[in-house]
């Protein structure tokens, strides 16, 4: 027999309340509610990813210089460069304003 939680009414709302931002009241009773929390962009601001490389694309690797490659050497080529991408904007994540800072700092172009 499935197991479900027959509190809720609806389990989608359920979800939404477990993934969403909510606060819990506490009532009087057994039960508090969850209440939905406005999410302020200015007091979450981190983290962030600074990294704007744009993704690379498996179209750029079919060919090289007009000549078009074998398909696995083109598909390696890109799995690759997709790694390198990977690796580099999860560097460019930061936790607070000092290492936005640093890393701009580093970063520069």
Do not use: C
């Not at 197991?3 to 809720?8: D, E, K, L, P, R």
């Not at 000549?67 to 997709?82: E, H, R």
């Not at 460019?92 to 800072?101: F, Q, R």
């Amino acid at each position: 027999m499935a197991s479900g939680n027959f509190n809720m009414e609806d389990p989608a709302k359920q979800e939404a309340v477990r993934r969403g931002h909510h606060e819990y009241i506490p009532t009087a009773g057994k039960h508090g509610s969850y209440v939905p929390k406005q999410y302020d962009r200015a007091k979450n601001d981190y983290p962030k990813m600074l990294g704007k490389w744009p993704q690379p694309q498996h179209k750029d690797f079919i060919k090289v210089n007009g000549v078009a490659i074998p398909g696995d050497l083109a598909l390696q080529n890109f799995q690759a460069a997709m790694t390198e991408w990977d690796r580099a904007m999860t560097n460019s994540i930061v936790n607070n304003k000092t290492e936005e800072v640093q890393w701009l700092k580093e970063n520069a172009a």
